[in-house]
């Protein structure tokens, strides 16, 4: 993920471009601007836009005095649900109304958490005037709020970095005040032992970080052991020297806190970044035309292909048309010719059939001679002939079977009854020989 961290001070503008990954952190360039009546902060945001390439991410650093903050208690642990429910427990609490103030929350331990918020309006000035000058910050939150991603720095500690005092319990931020004057040695001591009668988490020792590493005079008369912030030698690579280091540290820490999602992000609501939402509704069109144009296409491709069948039905039914009317040219059009010649069809096959099973019968009754006295029933199926008749005696059907040799492949008497005057009924099956009908 590439950031692009910038820091904006009342008279200085701070960019540094770091890539970042989960193994590693590298430094592609920074730069330290300073403003004055003939280089404002939106003269050096246009350059910086100019010489702007790739997709960044861009993150937005102000100062930490346009932030408050207070500690609150939940009876929970939740990080998200601290979030849900902290408008509603900061209203009433505090003296600006809630729906105009961005919220944020850190956590500090179990159940304490760190509410913060600044003025919608604030925010809005700042982000109103870098979007004009060609950057759009997608994330805005101060450098405080990312010490716990800060090299070097002990777990519990106050850390001075010239614009403010934070402290750091466990490696997270606990509580934070904001300068708007110079700061000296006693108004430092005078806040840490404000924090100390509210009960309040007093760390071991004070780091100087920053500007704060030479800018605080009279450090003898903290109530803290003061210590500065080396230069840690597994950033060589990064940094080159102490002087980088304590100049781009915080913006280091700012990409690494939101990389790992700990930093607190105070565009929300009406201040979000919707510039990407425009982009994605953008491609959205976009995809729905393409779609849309496919669609139409497969529609058309169908219509094409329903009206070269409904060409070749057509074409088919005037040959139908034709054919009936050669075969019955005398007759009127009929309402569906297909039917009717397949009626004709089938009673010319009737006749054939007819025809042949009348020659059968001519033949059954020359074998019969006199004495078979009559055959009453006689079905053939196929070449599947069954017979049913009356004789003088059995002898005589058996004389008849034997004349049938000539007609039939194979023959077989079934049950032969006697009557009382003396004549038989018999039934007899058999099969037609090839080339008899």
């Known amino acids: 993920m590439d950031y692009l961290i910038l820091q904006a001070e009342e008279n200085l503008l701070t960019v540094a471009h770091f890539e970042v990954s989960k193994r590693s952190t590298e430094l592609v360039g920074a730069a330290s601007i300073e403003l004055n009546e003939e280089r404002t902060l939106s003269d050096a945001v246009r350059n910086i836009a100019e010489k702007m390439t790739g997709s960044l991410r861009i993150i937005l650093c102000l100062p930490p005095a346009l932030f ?5 208690s939940l009876p929970f642990s939740d990080l998200r649900k601290a979030r849900e429910v902290l408008p509603a427990h900061l209203q009433g609490d505090i003296a600006l109304p809630v729906d105009e103030l961005a919220l944020g929350v850190l956590p500090v331990e179990d159940g304490n958490f760190l509410a913060l918020w600044a003025r919608k309006n604030d925010l809005s000035a700042y982000i109103g005037q870098f979007r004009e000058a060609g950057i759009e910050p997608h ?28 402290l750091l319990h466990g490696g997270r931020l606990a509580y934070f005040r904001a300068f708007n004057s110079e700061v000296t040695a006693a108004t430092i001591a005078a806040t840490l032992s404000a924090v100390e009668l509210s009960g309040g988490f007093i760390p071991p020792r004070i780091c100087l970080i920053g500007s704060g590493k030479n800018g605080l005079v009279d450090v003898e008369s903290l109530p803290l052991p003061v210590e500065p912030v080396e230069f840690p030698a597994e950033l060589g690579h990064l940094f080159k020297n102490d002087e980088t280091f304590q100049q781009l540290a915080g913006l280091y820490a700012v990409a690494r806190a939101s990389y790992s999602g700990t930093l607190p992000d105070f565009r929300q609501g009406e201040l979000a970044w919707t510039a990407g939402d425009a982009r994605l509704r953008k491609k959205l069109i976009l995809t729905s035309i393409l779609v849309a144009a496919v669609i139409l296409l497969l529609f058309i491709n169908k219509g094409i292909q329903y009206r070269a069948a409904s060409a070749d039905l ?34 010319l096959a009737g006749v054939e059939n007819s025809s042949g099973y009348l020659d059968i019968i001519k033949k059954l009754a020359e074998a019969k001679g006199n004495s078979i006295n009559g055959l009453y029933e006689a079905e053939l199926e196929g070449r599947n002939l069954r017979i049913k008749g009356d004789a003088r005696s059995a002898q005589a059907v058996n004389e008849f079977k034997a004349a049938l040799t000539p007609l039939l492949a194979t023959a077989e008497l079934g049950e032969v009854k006697s009557r009382p005057d003396g004549t038989v009924g018999f039934a007899l099956t058999g099969t037609l020989k090839e080339g008899t009908r």
């Open 139 to 166: 994330v805005v939150s101060s450098l405080p709020f990312a010490l716990a991603s800060f090299p070097g720095l002990p777990l519990d500690c106050a850390v001075y970095d010239g614009r403010s005092l934070a």
């Open 314 to 347: 057509s074409s088919l039914n005037k040959s139908i048309s034709t054919i009936y009317r050669e075969i019955f040219p005398t007759r009127a059009k009929a309402v569906d010719e297909i039917s009717e010649i397949k009626g004709e069809i089938r009673k």
């Open 68 to 72: 408050a903050q207070r500690s609150v």
